[in-house]
């Protein structure tokens, strides 16, 4: 027998659990992950709130600006997706729809975590670009984007595939 998603509701290898309870595990470990994740991106957000009310904020040229709005932007949509679990499953609790809660707040996990990885390559951009110049702005920025991308997307596959 599988579940909606296509797995066995017995698992063949690993946990002996009902669908029920996997759903459950697995609600619990997202909460962990966006606990984590959630303090990071709203200290980053509250930061970048109150950059335009700093005295040298004037001194920005218009590609400083323009970086620093897609930055602030994409903190507050990536905060968004990070808390939108939580409503949703306050929306639907006791409703017996467990399993595509914990799905639906994967997916927007996963969608927070690309839109953090840009807002913290935005964040080094605009950083290395204030402090030293355009050139190296773009090579940190660039530099965090490809760091990010292959920790959080290459070394899951790579480490899946070995084992």
């Given at each position: 027998?599988?579940?909606?998603a296509?797995?066995p509701?017995r698992p ?5 659990e009902?669908?029920?309870e ?8 997202l ?5 984590v994740?959630q303090?990071g ?8 709130l ?8 004037q001194?920005?040229d218009t ?5 620093y ?7 507050i ?6 808390v939108?679990?939580?409503?949703i499953?306050?929306a639907?609790f006791r409703?017996?729809?467990k399993?595509?809660v914990?799905?639906v707040?994967d997916?927007?996990t ?5 839109l953090?990885?840009?807002?913290l390559s ?13 050139t190296?702005?773009?090579v ?5 984007a ?11 596959v790579?480490?899946r595939?070995r084992?």
């Amino acid at each position: 027998m599988t579940d909606t998603a296509g797995m066995p509701e017995r698992p063949e290898h690993g946990r002996e659990e009902t669908l029920e309870e996997r759903s459950d595990r697995n609600w619990v470990e997202l909460l962990q992950e966006l606990r984590v994740m959630q303090t990071g991106v709203q200290i980053l957000t509250g930061f970048l709130l109150i950059l335009p009310f700093q005295s040298r904020f004037q001194d920005l040229d218009t590609f400083q600006r323009n970086v620093y709005l897609v930055d602030l932007l994409t903190c507050i949509v990536a905060t968004g997706l990070f808390v939108a679990p939580v409503a949703i499953h306050r929306a639907l609790f006791r409703k017996h729809l467990k399993q595509p809660v914990v799905t639906v707040g994967d997916r927007m996990t996963r969608a927070a975590l690309v839109l953090l990885a840009v807002a913290l390559s935005c964040t080094a951009l605009l950083v290395f670009d204030v402090v030293l110049d355009r050139t190296a702005g773009l090579v940190v920025g660039g530099g965090c984007a490809v760091l990010l991308l292959f920790l959080w997307a290459v070394l899951p596959v790579i480490v899946r595939r070995r084992h």
